[in-house]
């Protein structure tokens, strides 16, 4: 078999096993991620998964992480009121269902959350007295069931709620005789103020039919100081919240409400019935254009930065508002390695694999990238930003740097590759850089940077966390890189590294504040800085002298097992925000400073507090999958 011919074969493995490993990782990843309102609870790979999942809450929904599809959700499509007031426990999929609970109400309507106004009504026509007085109980949808409860009372009347009118009485003769012979008590009055010409009556029947003639006037039985009886028009219609008619009846509003656009009629401060949309798209604080249905909303609200799909009542149910940006440093070229990562994240936005190394001085680069892991990342709705490093190297860096046409090599092969694969961008970090070679790596950054972006990607650069004692000296001129690139990466970690000659935090959390202050005092603006999160710790070994004598990294899923297995102790560290927890072994002493939930979460409301575009972790595969639940839900 010829050489070519074996190399050809070989090949093929190599490709067949590679699609074979992303295959699989592609059914570990998340696709669907789980809302409860407008806020993520968690990610799931099937979608069978993530809707068994939001089962568990109220006002849930699922959609693609990918394009963010809608896919399913609980969202109620009726509603109760009574009385213009509603609760959670009268909120229905199904007309059915709200109609069974309905019609046992009394004073009530069910709106049908995606149309106006009434899908049933059942608002009484007629209100039963006794004298002076009512009982909530006493209205009635007829005139028949009103009669049929007033039998059991004496002195009672009926009055029609349309009309405002006494349209029945079981009164006999000698009972009106006997209330039109006694003393008078009933006056008409309109703002409290007894009407002038107006005689005080007796018979209530009289001061009512009496008032009907006085517009907006009250009955007032001045031996109780109650008003008895009320012409005022107190259903009002609004709309734009002023004010454009009033009636004296539920219904009369309705007829006015239901000739005015985007009117709501309200009684007592409550809506009764309304011709809003129940659906409102905002954008921040700005409302937008209501909507009926959720489809619509969304549709639209889609088009628009820092959106927002909000009921009537305020409740957001669908956003785009500005999150924190998550990326994750891989660490590793291997493509089971990296898609292993990626399959343990939720709400990932950027992975940027270690896929490029700069190899020689003329500007050669090695490529280990997979354009399977790309095609698959995309699919998934993660931004695809490989690591480009520099070996760490500084005498091949000053070489680099000093030779135009290697630089030019570079860019141009990086930049070709890098879009053919699709990617978002790369993620520039040369580390170890001369601090003699600073004006040629900015120079070097700013040409990259054209060409990215000539491509339509973009580049975020690592620096360390450093120190503004030193950082003048260094080869990164943190206010010149921020002007050209997309984002600057804070590496704000190794606050005690493996050279360290103390033990100590790897990023204590007023350490990495401080970084953070510095970096903006730089000028950076906000939007382009991403904080940089430890996802490990380091363990100082002393010996019986408290003397340093080793050190080594911990993944921080690893430190729970540690701490059982050693039975370490831990105290607050008030300096780093952390717990320190200390073991003796073998005579020796051991010291770590913990990396937890708590810690990350720390982190996450730093960026959130300077209002970071995001946060990046090294590395991945060093965490747990339950951290990336709480992650998300901070996004």
Aim: include cysteine; charged fraction near 20%.
């Amino acid at each position: 078999m010829s050489t070519a011919l074996l190399l050809l074969l070989l090949c093929q493995t190599i490709m067949t096993g590679t699609v074979g490993i992303v295959d699989a990782a592609a059914t570990q990843m998340t696709k669907f991620r789980v809302f409860q309102n407008d806020q993520a609870l968690r990610e799931f790979a099937t979608e069978a998964q993530a809707i068994a999942f939001a089962k568990k809450f109220g006002y849930s929904h699922v959609e693609k992480i990918a394009d963010r599809g809608w896919v399913w959700d609980n969202f109620p499509r009726y509603k109760i009121y009574q009385n213009g007031q509603t609760n959670p426990k009268w909120e229905f999929r199904t007309y059915e269902q709200a109609l069974h609970v309905a019609t046992k109400l009394t004073n009530v309507h069910i709106r049908d959350l995606e149309n106006i106004g009434w899908a049933y009504q059942s608002y009484a026509k007629y209100k039963l007295y006794q004298g002076d007085n009512t009982k909530e109980s006493w209205s009635f949808l007829t005139l028949a069931a009103a009669k049929q409860e007033a039998k059991k009372w004496g002195n009672a009347h009926v009055m029609e709620l349309s009309t405002n009118k006494w349209v029945w009485g079981n009164l006999t003769e000698a009972q009106v005789k006997a209330q039109r012979a006694a003393n008078s008590a009933y006056q008409i009055t309109v703002n409290g103020i007894p009407v002038e010409g107006q005689p005080l009556y007796s018979f209530l029947l009289d001061a009512i039919n009496a008032s009907s003639a006085v517009a907006g006037s009250e009955v007032l039985n001045t031996a109780t100081s109650k008003v008895v009886h009320s012409n005022l028009p107190n259903y009002l219609v609004m709309q734009n919240g002023a004010t454009v008619s009033a009636a004296n009846s539920l219904d009369s509003a309705v007829q006015m409400a239901k000739k005015t656009p985007n009117a709501e009629v309200y009684f007592n401060g409550n809506v009764y019935w309304s011709g809003i949309p129940y659906l409102a798209v905002y954008q921040g604080e700005k409302k937008l254009r209501t909507f009926n249905t959720r489809s619509s909303a969304v549709a639209f609200a889609k088009a628009y930065a820092n959106s927002s799909v909000r009921t009537s009542e305020g409740r957001k149910m669908w956003s785009n508002a500005k999150s924190l940006v998550y990326m994750g440093w891989n660490g590793s070229a291997t493509s089971a390695t990296v898609l292993s990562h990626v399959a343990n994240t939720q709400g990932l936005s950027i992975d940027s694999p270690t896929w490029f190394e700069l190899s020689a001085a003329d500007g050669t680069f090695t490529d280990t990238s997979d354009q399977a892991v790309a095609d698959t990342f995309k699919k998934q709705g993660i931004k695809v930003m490989p690591l480009v490093h520099n070996q760490f190297n500084k005498k091949l860096t000053t070489a680099f740097l000093s030779n135009h046409a290697a630089q030019q090599k570079f860019i141009g092969n990086l930049t070709a590759k890098l879009s053919k694969l699709g990617a978002a961008g790369v993620n520039l970090d040369f580390e170890e850089v001369a601090g003699s070679d600073r004006k040629a790596y900015t120079a070097f950054v700013t040409a990259l940077a054209k060409a990215v972006h000539a491509s339509g990607m973009q580049l975020s650069v690592d620096l360390p966390r450093g120190s503004l004692s030193w950082n003048h000296n260094a080869a990164y001129d943190h206010a010149a890189l921020s002007a050209v690139v997309d984002t600057i990466v804070i590496m704000a970690y190794d606050e005690h590294w493996s050279g360290s000659d103390t033990p100590g935090s790897v990023a204590g959390l007023a350490w990495v504040e401080e970084g953070v202050k510095q970096f903006l005092g730089y000028g950076i603006p906000r939007n382009k800085l991403m904080l940089g999160i430890p996802f490990y710790v380091r363990e100082w070994k002393l010996d019986s002298n408290n003397k340093l004598v080793g050190n080594r990294a911990i993944f921080m899923k690893e430190v729970p097992k540690l701490i059982a297995d050693t039975n370490a102790q831990g105290v607050l560290d008030k300096e780093s925000g952390q717990m320190k927890y200390k073991y003796m072994k073998d005579g020796y002493t051991y010291l770590f400073w913990a990396e937890t939930e708590a810690t990350v979460k720390a982190r996450i409301n730093l960026a959130k507090a300077y209002d970071l575009a995001g946060v990046a972790a090294w590395r991945l595969g060093y965490e747990s999958s339950d951290l990336w639940t709480m992650m998300l839900r901070m996004k």
